[in-house]
């Protein structure tokens, strides 16, 4: 018996109604927990399959399939579910693998560095590589990456090259290479923050190379000022 016009607006809005509470429930599930990346995937995968699922269910209220056809069709939909749900394991197995330190630092924190400050890579005082000091955290057991958005990550310490020598503090995602933040000539206390004592020894001496640089090139403009 086919469905009056009015039962076919229920039928429908019901649909939608339903569809909608799922959209709203992941979206407030994201932003709850925006660390969850696997079970919102979960959750994704599954209201794609449910949306599908809903379609089918309208096609049938509006006659163009035959309620058997549905039934038949069932148990399909959880084997597509379930096939979801292995590529979403999948694609999180992998993707949770940490870049490599040299990796993030020549694919993310120089590209990120030059986009930010113009900078380049700068072979210091015999020779030293401009990345000097890097430090794996987990974010939850530092207070001041917290917030970072992130379960663990790189904080890379460098000496660069633009107009003049700078330092500079990259934060990355471990895993993703997503950048955190970055600071520009950080303090001591900064560096002694982010990157502990063990630090002091590089942080020291990369602005010892820059102070005599400076110097350097004062007395040069300097000499060039008394011979003009």
Do not use: C
Not at 13 to 27: D, E, R, S
Not at 49 to 71: C, H, N, Q, R, S
């Amino acid at each position: 018996m086919p469905l009056t016009t009015f039962q076919l607006s229920i039928v429908i809005l019901v649909a939608v109604a339903v569809f909608l509470f799922f959209v709203l429930g992941i979206l407030w599930i994201r932003r709850k927990y925006p660390r969850a990346e696997r079970f919102n995937a979960y959750l994704i995968a599954f209201m794609l399959i449910i949306g599908v699922y809903i379609i089918a269910m309208l096609a049938v209220a509006i006659g163009i399939y035959a309620t058997e056809d549905l039934k038949k069709a069932t148990p399909y939909f959880g084997i597509a579910l379930l096939v979801a749900w292995l590529m979403v394991f999948m694609v999180m197995y992998y993707k949770k693998k940490p870049i490599p330190t040299e990796k993030l630092w020549r694919e993310y924190v120089l590209p990120a560095v030059e986009r930010q400050w113009q900078g380049r890579i700068y072979k210091g005082t015999a020779y030293m590589p401009s990345w000097r000091f890097s430090k794996v955290i987990k974010t939850s057991l530092h207070p001041s990456l917290r917030t970072a958005g992130a379960d663990v990550v790189e904080v890379f310490y460098g000496v660069f090259m633009s107009s003049i020598k700078f330092t500079a503090i990259q934060v990355h995602d471990k895993f993703t290479g997503h950048e955190i933040f970055t600071i520009l000539n950080p303090t001591y206390d900064i560096v002694i923050d982010l990157l502990g004592r063990e630090a002091l020894s590089v942080y020291e001496s990369a602005e010892d190379e820059i102070r005599q640089e400076r110097q350097q090139t004062q007395e040069k403009e300097k000499g060039v000022y008394m011979r003009e």
